[in-house]
């Protein structure tokens, strides 16, 4: 059964620290993998898009990764900041039909306190 | 700034009301979908579109009904709601391929709806 796990659930850390979350999963075969930033009430945003043949990208203080190998990706998030708060959520596609379904993850909930 | 509106953004109504949740896009995007979201679990797929007069249902069992007359407008019926339709409700669009291959979806800022 393809999946998507995400770890933590949630995460409580200072402004200015760094965090890292991780999504691991079991989809195949492989397409892509994308991190979206969702803030309460509102709609998920695209942060990172990720190919197999790509293993780190970064979007500001953003960085992704991917093992395509042991299928597991982090998001480092680097210098917190108060508006990083949100929940972050891992998105695995398919490439096994025309379709190209979307596997989601149910999210890290990151705080950060001043 | 979003491209993707949706209302209305909250509504409180009570069972057996038929209700429409709007959904446009001025991006052109051929594809759009609606997903379903309950805190803390992931989003489900509940109807998409790959263009005008087609739709599709999702993996999510749905009682609602979508229609797709224009490009830009995705609308979602409930004809009969009932308690456990509350959730909230993402309308999504993307171009080309849109769910497969490495288009990026677009959302909404969602739909709350709570049936009492």
């Known amino acids: 059964k393809n999946q998507v796990e995400q770890s933590p659930q949630s995460l409580i850390i200072l402004e200015g620290k760094n965090c890292t979350l991780q999504?691991?999963?079991?989809?195949?075969?492989?397409?892509?993998l994308r991190w979206y930033k969702q803030d309460t009430g509102r709609g998920p945003v695209s942060l990172t898009i990720?190919?197999?043949?790509?293993n780190t990208k970064s979007n500001g203080r953003y960085t992704a990764t991917l093992d395509a190998d042991t299928k597991q990706s982090s998001l480092h998030i680097t210098a917190s900041q108060l508006s990083d708060s949100a929940s972050y959520i891992c998105?695995?596609?398919?490439?096994?039909?025309?379709?190209?379904?979307?596997?989601f993850g149910r999210g890290t909930q990151l705080t950060v306190w001043p | 700034e979003a491209d993707i509106y949706q209302t209305p953004r909250y509504l409180v109504i009570g069972t057996g009301k038929k209700i429409t949740l709007e959904c446009s896009q001025t991006?052109?995007?051929?594809?759009m979908y609606w997903y379903q979201q309950d805190p803390g679990m992931e989003l489900h797929l509940i109807h998409y579109?790959?263009?005008?007069?087609?739709?599709e249902k999702g993996d999510l069992s749905s009682e609602s009904t979508v229609s797709r007359i224009r490009t830009e407008h995705f609308p979602l019926t409930l004809e009969s709601a009932r308690p456990s339709h509350t959730s909230q409700y993402l309308c999504a669009s993307s171009e080309g391929t849109g769910n497969s291959g490495a288009n990026v979806l677009t959302f909404g800022a969602g739909s709350r709806l709570t049936v009492l």
């Open positions: 991006m052109g995007h051929d594809k």
């Open positions: 998105v695995v596609s398919d490439r096994g039909s025309t379709l190209g379904r979307l596997y």
């Open positions: 990720m190919t197999f043949s790509e």
């Open positions: 999504c691991n999963y079991t989809v195949s075969p492989f397409s892509n």
């Open positions: 579109s790959y263009g005008v007069n087609s739709t």
